[in-house]
Each structure stands twice: as structure tokens, then as C-alpha cells.
């Protein structure tokens, strides 16, 4: 099998990119990074890519006529390095269905929350304000609808008495970097994909999303 070529959407620090490119370099999966792609010039993703030798390109929405000219020129540069997998790590600006359609099967997020509650944005506000005992984060392949696609694999925290969305907020992303680099193992090593609309795991169809367990091992769901 050809190694998997990877291009990473990022809009902010980048802290998730940086998981994946510790979690390379450590043998946790092999593939190349073909790329990592940014809306913000001035982010710290495309700094952590430069000191990873890794080719990066960023594009201002401001520079555009609209939103639909933007998507193209940008997912125009992300199609011509040719990703196997493109993974959306902080990427903060919602996806044309044209372009989510031209990578179908292709693409994956990562999400601070335990799909399918708490779409959108401020989750971790929304799960303290709702009272839940868990919160988590969620890794999905990308649907036209937003953070409505199929969950590969799940990673939960408890909530704690006396949190704060940021508290909260650390915990759990504190888990998504452990949670990203392993799906996207699975993926590389030819375990996982998408197909035909359901996520198939060595063969089986996933009929719940794994779960990572405190030894950081995805596992099925009990």
C-alpha cells in the first residue's frame, strides 16, 4: 500500500496539527504530510509546519470576491498537492458542499464534543450549561451538514465540579491529541476508511464510534 499523503486545514495555534506531527515522528503511524493549508496568514499552524519542513500555504478570505471564490482558489491548492486525507485541525470556517462533496470519503474533523450533542461552536459552555457529567471530543468524517457526519472514535472527560469552559476546554483537548493522531492511524495503515456512506473498520461496518480508553487505545465501544 502507497503511504498516505495528508494535507491539514488549520485556522489557529495549530495545537492538534503539532499532535500529529509529534505522533509521526514518534512511529505512531506513517504517512507524508503533503501540505497544511490555513485562512489566516498569520497563524501559528503554518509556523509549527515550517519548523516541520512541512509545505504550507495560506489564503485571505478578504482577497476574494465571496465565500464561493474563496473555497475554490483554496480547495483548488489543497487538491493540487493530492491528499489521500485531508483532516480539519482548528479549520474555523464552514466548508461550500461543493467542496465537501469533491473530497467525499476524504475528509475528517475533529470536535470538542461528544457528537451528536453540541454542534457548532462554544461547547464546552453548552455542556456546562446543560449539566452533562461527560463531555468529550469526536473525530467524523465531513457531511455537507456541519459536525453531522459519521464518528469514527470518540475520547471523554468527566466534568468536574467547579469548571470553567476553559478548565473544561483543556481537558479536553488535551485528549484530542492522543484521539486525531490515532484515527488517523487507523486510517493510514489501511484499517479504516469511509465507504458508501458508513465507516468500515478492518472489513466490518462500525456500527458505534470507538472509544479512547485511559491507556490511549482506541477500543469498541462497551
Given amino acids: 500500500m502507497s ?3 495528508i494535507a491539514v486545514l488549520a485556522s489557529g495555534r495549530g495545537s492538534n496539527l503539532q499532535a500529529l506531527i509529534d505522533a509521526r515522528a514518534a512511529g505512531v503511524f506513517d504517512a507524508e504530510f503533503a501540505g497544511v493549508f490555513s485562512d489566516r496568514p498569520d497563524a501559528v499552524a503554518l509556523q509549527r509546519a515550517a519548523g516541520a519542513g512541512i509545505p504550507r500555504q495560506a489564503l485571505r478570505p478578504v482577497d476574494f470576491a465571496d465565500r464561493a ?7 483548488d491548492a ?8 485531508i483532516v480539519c485541525a ?8 461543493r467542496h465537501v462533496v469533491r473530497f467525499a470519503d476524504r475528509m475528517i474533523n475533529i470536535h470538542p464534543s461528544l457528537l451528536p450533542a453540541h454542534p457548532g461552536l462554544h461547547t464546552h459552555r ?8 461527560r463531555h468529550g471530543a469526536s473525530v467524523h468524517y465531513v457531511i455537507p451538514a456541519v459536525d453531522a457526519g459519521p464518528v469514527l472514535a470518540q475520547a471523554a472527560v468527566d466534568v468536574r465540579a467547579g ?26 495503515g489501511g484499517r479504516l476508511r469511509y465507504d458508501g456512506g458508513r465507516v468500515v473498520l478492518d472489513g466490518a461496518p462500525l456500527t458505534r464510534p470507538l472509544q479512547l480508553d485511559s491507556d490511549d487505545r482506541l477500543t469498541p465501544a462497551a
Fill in 126 to 133: 453548552r455542556a456546562l450549561e446543560d449539566g452533562v457529567r
Fill in 69 to 75: 471564490a474563496f473555497d475554490d482558489a483554496f480547495f
Fill in 163 to 188: 469548571d470553567t469552559p476553559d478548565s473544561l476546554g483543556e481537558r479536553v483537548l488535551a485528549r484530542e491529541h492522543v484521539l486525531l493522531p490515532a484515527c488517523v492511524a487507523l486510517i493510514a
Fill in 90 to 97: 482548528g479549520y474555523m470556517r464552514l466548508i461550500g458542499e
Fill in 3 to 5: 503511504r498516505l499523503r
Fill in 78 to 85: 489543497v487538491a493540487a498537492v493530492q491528499p489521500d486525507l
